[in-house]
Each structure stands twice: as structure tokens, then as C-alpha cells.
């Protein structure tokens, strides 16, 4: 059986197992399309929650990022879990207990005002709509690679895919879908990096194996990898090289910025039970976990299998004991198959560029080293491996290993799995915000439940349609992409979460003006960087360390417009009326436990 053939089976069956549930779990209320009726157990929701928040970033891009940058990179992981912490400890329950549907509607009743309501709407649709932009990517990617399809013909696909079982089943589709694709994303995570780390290190569980010994050479795996990307002029693997000030405000935005993600938020509102909401968080964390232990392995080895498929002596000896991989090797032997395969989908490329028949990978612009000698007494032109887009490498990880055909179609739906879920999730939140709060909430208060699930499933319609649209150019790799959707999301949302559970002094005024400076200070810089609405072309500045103001990305700015956040929406509430009583009682009700009394003295 063809590995096409294969991929087919094995994807096609995972599509109808996701379908199949949300026909069988479809949406008949709007309690069932926006929270699945408040009745999804702790440990389920932690499974699907984990799915959700998993997405194409995790998945497919995260590992690429750390395979190519190595330990700066681990930002990553220290901020995506760090966020579930703080928000099991600080939003999740009394979110739970304040008891409504979305985001802005708790914003709206919080902050007694229409206009507070509206204004969460639209920084949600801003986070939810780049957020989902990076899924799409991980669609394209995947799909044009294992069904052999363009990246926007795959693309559409994805799109279809996701239309017919999260407009049909809502949360309550969805939240089932979503075990699902947790179930399948985890095996196909796991199965190869076991496969991988048993070639080269002998150890069974990955996480051991990235701190064991490489095998061929005896030596410690990382110091291996460590010589061997020095050897060919690149940076050092296991050492920091960036702005320890970027690389603190960067983990810092993906922590609240997680805390902060509406549609991670919902999925608390699905639990029976207050005390559910932190279980389902524990939960969750305890799912990722099994994931993202796993990713700096899966990273690691991706890029030392590259580069001794580049360079066959790297793996035993010296990296320049043997030549480089030569290009009627690539052309035609079985085991560079993979490279034919992704140079289709244009994601990966070479260049004979001095025609001796070789492909030498090495960073040109290194001018002392060994590199650097080599290039000179060869002759070389610069380096040969042109393009490496850093979402193939778990995707090719299973391909470069020469791992069985099983193995690879399960990559395949794993990767799939992710970003549909996460997808999902996202356009779940915007069409509840669309239909419960700014349809029925602000402009048809009197609409039907009949009329506001049809609004939904619409809206969720429409959302589906402009996220593919903007995923055929997205601002850069996947991960990338989602980690702007988070510091957006730190700098507009968190904030006013916060401010609204834990202060009653903040007011309607100082919750609007707080969130509208967070957000449009965060978009402006991201665009003064990567374009305005991410359009190729129309950024102010080129998007480089040297241009970034105090050597802030803006990835990491939302750290800073949450600052800004926080502090506006303090001055002006100081200098506006205090929130009514009632607000005040509501807010108090919200972090007191229920039935709890005045300490006595015994």
C-alpha cells in the first residue's frame, strides 16, 4: 500500500470519527451550542480543553521553532504552561460561578455597561481571528504535504471540514470532537519521538533520551548536537543568545496571554460545579504536560536527523569525514524520499548553486571556523539547503527517521487533529461573542433562541470563511502567528479579567479606556513590524532586533500593553465615580465562597 493511499485511510477515518460525534452530540439549545449544558465532567473537559488549547503552534510549529533556535526558544513552553497556573488559580472559578455564556457578557454585567460589553466583543474578535489564522496555516501545511494538494487547496479543505462538525454540534459537538482529537494528536506526538529516541539514544521515553547519550558517538546527545551546529557555523544549542528583557516580557505575554484566551476561557463554563472549573485546570495541565515534556526532544532530534542527513559524517565522526549529501542522492535514493516529497509542497528547497553535485547546509555567514574553511577550500557559493519552513519538522520528523508508513499517516491526523480542535474552539468564541453578545446582548435583545442558535451557526459560518481567507498569508510560521493572538490577548483581556474579579474599585470608564489602550497600543506596534492587518508590504519598519523599540518584539509587547492596560484603566476609574453597590456585592459574591461567614474566636 502507497504512503498516499495511507495517509487517505488513515485521515479519512479520523474525519468521519469527528463528524460521526458531532451528528451524534448536536446542538438543539443554545445552553448546548454555548456551554454543552453546563454537563461535561472535570477530567473530559481537562482533555478537551487541552485539545483546544493545543493547537497547530503546539503541534506542528513549537518543536520547529526550538529545532532551529534550541534553548531561547523554550520561552515557549515555560509561558504556555505557566499560564494554565495562573489561570486555574486566579480566573477559571469565579468565572465558573459568575455563570454566564461568554467573555463579554461577564465584562458587560461586571463593568454595568453596554458599551465595556461591545468593546470585549471586538478585542475578542482581534485575538480569536489572528489566533485562528495560525490553525489554518498548520491546515495548509499539513495538507498539502500528505494529500499532495496546494497549500490553499488544503487549506479549503480544512476549512469544510471544520464547518461541518463545529457549526452542526456547537460546545457540545465540539467539547466531545475535541477528546477525540486529543486521543489522536497525543499518539501521533508520542509514537514517533519513542520510535526517534530509541534510534538515537537507546532510551524509550524521549524526555530521558534528550539528556542521554547519543549512541554512535558516545557522546552526551545535547554536547552532540552542540558540536555539531557549531561545527557548521551555527549558534550554540543549549546556550542563551537573545535579550534576556524580550525573553522575559515574551514568556510573560504567553502566560497571561493564556490566561487570558477566550476560547480556553468557555470551556470552564461547560463544568457542573464551581470547584469542576480548577479540577478541569489541573486537568488540562496534567494532559499537556504529556505533550509538551515530549516537544524539546521531538525538537532536538529533528534537528540533529537534518543535519546528519545533510551531512552524513556528523553522525559517527566529524561532520567533514564525509561529503555532503550529494543531489542524485536526493533525486533518487529511498531513504531522501522525504525531501522529494516536501520540495513539492515548497516548504523545503535546495540549490546546486556551485554545480559540484553536492548540497552543503551551513550558515554562510559565519567567516571564522571550521565552516568557514571548508567554504573557502571548496569553493563553495553559500548555502545550499535554501528553504527549511520551521512547520515541517515534526510533520518530516517520522519521514527523515524512516519510520514505517503507519507512523507517518498518524503524524499526519495528529497534526490535522491539532489545529482543527484549537480552530474549533476559536470559532466557537466568535460566534458566541457575535450572537449572544452582540446580537441578542446590544442590537435584538428580543430574538428567539431559535433565532440566536441560527445566529450563531452563521456567524461561526462567516468566521470560518474571512479565517481562511487571512490564513493564505499569515505573518509568519504558525507559532509565530499564535503567539501574537496571545500578547494581544494579555494586553486586552487579562487585564480587565483581573481588574474585574479582584478590584471593586475599577470602573465602567476605567475598563473601556483600560482595554482600548492595551489593544490599539499592541496592534500598533505588531503592525508597525508586520503590516498593517498582516499585509505584506505595508509595515513601517522592517521587523528586526535592530528597529524594535528597546529590543522589545512584537510578539513580546503584549506584556507592555498589559502594563498600559492596568495602569489607565486604575487612573481613570480614581478619577470617575465609584461602581454602584450592587456591582460592588457582585464582585464580593464572586470570590467569596457560597454559604461562608465572618471568623469567630473560640
Known amino acids: 500500500m502507497s504512503q498516499f493511499t495511507l495517509n487517505l485511510l488513515v485521515i479519512g477515518a479520523s474525519f468521519a470519527l469527528y463528524i460521526g460525534i458531532a451528528i451524534w452530540a448536536r446542538a438543539g439549545s443554545t445552553a448546548e451550542f454555548y456551554a454543552a449544558n453546563r454537563g461535561v465532567s472535570p477530567v473530559m473537559n481537562g482533555m478537551a480543553t487541552a485539545a483546544d488549547w493545543m493547537s497547530a503552534a503546539s503541534f506542528i510549529s ?96 480544512g476549512a469544510a471540514l471544520v464547518f461541518c462538525y463545529a457549526v452542526l454540534g456547537g460546545m457540545k459537538g465540539i467539547t466531545y470532537t475535541q477528546v477525540a482529537q486529543y486521543v489522536v494528536l497525543i499518539i501521533a506526538y508520542t509514537i ?61 505575554a504567553l502566560m497571561i496571554g493564556t490566561a487570558g484566551l477566550p476560547h480556553v476561557i468557555i470551556r470552564f463554563f461547560t463544568v457542573p460545579k464551581v470547584s469542576d472549573a480548577r479540577k478541569s485546570a489541573g486537568w488540562a495541565l496534567v494532559f499537556i504536560a504529556l505533550l509538551y515534556t515530549v516537544a524539546p526532544a521531538v525538537g532536538s532530534m529533528a534537528r540533529f536527523n537534518l543535519t546528519t542527513t545533510m551531512w552524513p559524517g556528523a553522525q559517527t565522526g566529524d561532520t567533514y569525514s564525509q561529503p555532503a549529501v550529494s543531489l542524485d542522492s536526493i533525486q533518487n535514493d529511498a531513504d531522501k524520499a522525504w525531501m522529494r516529497n516536501w520540495q513539492v509542497t515548497g516548504l523545503l528547497n535546495w540549490e546546486d548553486k556551485n554545480g559540484d553535485g553536492l548540497i552543503q547546509y551551513y550558515n554562510d555567514t559565519a567567516t571564522t571556523g571550521p565552516v568557514a574553511e571548508m567554504a573557502a577550500a571548496q569553493g563553495l557559493a553559500g548555502n545550499e539547503l535554501t528553504t527549511v519552513n520551521n512547520d515541517i519538522m515534526v510533520l518530516a520528523n517520522p519521514e527523515i527517521a524512516n519510520l514505517p508508513g503507519w507512523v507517518i499517516a498518524i503524524v499526519a491526523a495528529g497534526g490535522l487533529a491539532a489545529a482543527l480542535s484549537t480552530a474549533a474552539g476559536l470559532l466557537l468564541a466568535i460566534s458566541g461573542a457575535v450572537s449572544h453578545d452582540l446580537i441578542k446582548g446590544t442590537l435584538r435583545p428580543d430574538i428567539s433562541e431559535k433565532g440566536e442558535l441560527m445566529a450563531a451557526r452563521v456567524s461561526m459560518a462567516i468566521s470560518i470563511l474571512v479565517a481562511t481567507i487571512l490564513g493564505l498569508n499569515p505573518p509568519g510560521f504558525a507559532a509565530q502567528t499564535v503567539a501574537l493572538a496571545f500578547g494581544l490577548a494579555a494586553s486586552s483581556i487579562f487585564p480587565v479579567l483581573m481588574m ?46 535592530a528597529n524594535w523599540l528597546f529590543g522589545i518584539s512584537p510578539a513580546s509587547f503584549g506584556t507592555v500593553g498589559a502594563l498600559i492596560n492596568f495602569v489607565v484603566a486604575y487612573l481613570v476609574s480614581q478619577a470617575t465615580e465609584k461602581p454602584p453597590v450592587h456591582v460592588q456585592e457582585l464582585v464580593e459574591s464572586i470570590r467569596v465562597p457560597r454559604g461562608s461567614g465572618s471568623a469567630v474566636s473560640h
Not at 201 to 228: C, I, R, V, W, Y
Request: contains cysteine; proline residues 2%; hydrophobic residues 50%.
Open 62 to 157: 513549537m518543536a520547529g521553532l526550538i529545532a532551529f533556535t534550541g534553548y531561547d526558544n523554550s520561552t515557549y513552553l515555560m509561558g504556555w504552561t505557566g499560564g494554565y497556573v495562573l489561570l486555574a488559580l486566579l480566573l477559571a472559578p469565579y468565572l465558573r460561578k459568575f455563570g454566564k455564556f461568554t467573555v463579554p457578557e461577564f465584562i458587560g454585567d461586571r463593568f454595568y455597561s453596554p458599551t465595556a460589553r461591545i468593546i470585549g466583543v471586538i478585542c475578542l474578535l482581534i485575538v480569536s481571528i489572528t489566533y485562528v489564522i495560525g490553525q489554518m496555516t498548520g491546515v495548509g501545511v499539513t495538507f498539502s504535504r500528505y494529500l499532495e494538494v496546494s497549500n490553499s487547496t488544503g487549506l479549503w479543505i
Open 192 to 252: 514517533p519521538a519513542i520510535f526517534i529516541s530509541l534510534q538515537l539514544t537507546g532510551n524509550f521515553l524521549p524526555q530521558l533520551g534528550l539528556f542521554g547519550t547519543h549512541e554512535a558517538s558516545g557522546m552526551a546527545f545535547l554536547a552532540k548536537l552542540d558540536m555539531l551546529v557549531t561545527d557548521l557555523g551555527f549558534r550554540q544549542y543549549t546556550a542563551h543568545h537573545n535579550s534576556t528583557l524580550d525573553m522575559v516580557l515574551f514568556t510573560m
Open 500 to 545: 474585574g474579579i479582584f478590584s471593586k474599585r475599577i470602573t465602567k470608564e476605567g475598563a473601556i479606556a483600560g482595554m482600548l489602550a492595551g489593544i490599539v497600543s499592541t496592534l500598533v506596534y505588531i503592525f508597525t513590524y508586520k503590516g498593517w492587518l498582516f499585509i505584506g508590504g505595508t509595515n513601517m519598519l522592517e521587523d528586526t532586533a
